[in-house]
């Protein structure tokens, strides 16, 4: 066993994601927005506008006597921003509801992620989440950071 699964959880995700939402949103894995004006989601990322985002949070206790496992449960933060290329926040808070719905979806059909992270009990979306709308010379924009929470035993 590995001392978290926070790092296979994200690749887990990014790669799930790159898949499902192919059509959808570009998806990264961390940091990576560009100026192309689509629609971006970056897996282990919470800011834009700061090189040293804020990923997962985890904590971990001992699990029962001998100090064999630990039940580890945290959250990953993804950041999600869609631009409408217009004035029009109303589209591209549609675009957010569109692809967090795919996410959720995901996330409630398999929550176990197929069983492929070690360790890993189940995900869910939406622990927390933030939304901001603006308009700028990239057209209307929705951002929105969410959290997606897990359990593992380790």
Known sequence: MGTTVVYDLIDTLYER??????DTVTVFDGDGLDDSGDNFLM?????????RGNSAEARQAWHGLGAQTREEEGTLTCL?????????????RAAAKQITDLIEADLRSDPS???????????????????KQWLSDRG?????????????RI
């Open 113 to 131: 992620l197929g069983n492929v992270v070690t360790g890993l009990q189940w995900v869910g979306y939406g622990t927390r989440s933030d939304l």
């Open 17 to 22: 994601w790159t898949a499902l939402l192919e």
């Open 43 to 51: 897996v282990g990322w919470d800011d834009p506008d700061n090189d």
């Open 80 to 92: 999600l921003i869609c631009c409408d290329g217009g004035n029009d926040i109303t589209t591209a």
């Open 140 to 152: 209307a924009v929705a951002q929105l950071v969410f959290e997606i929470a897990f359990k593992a």
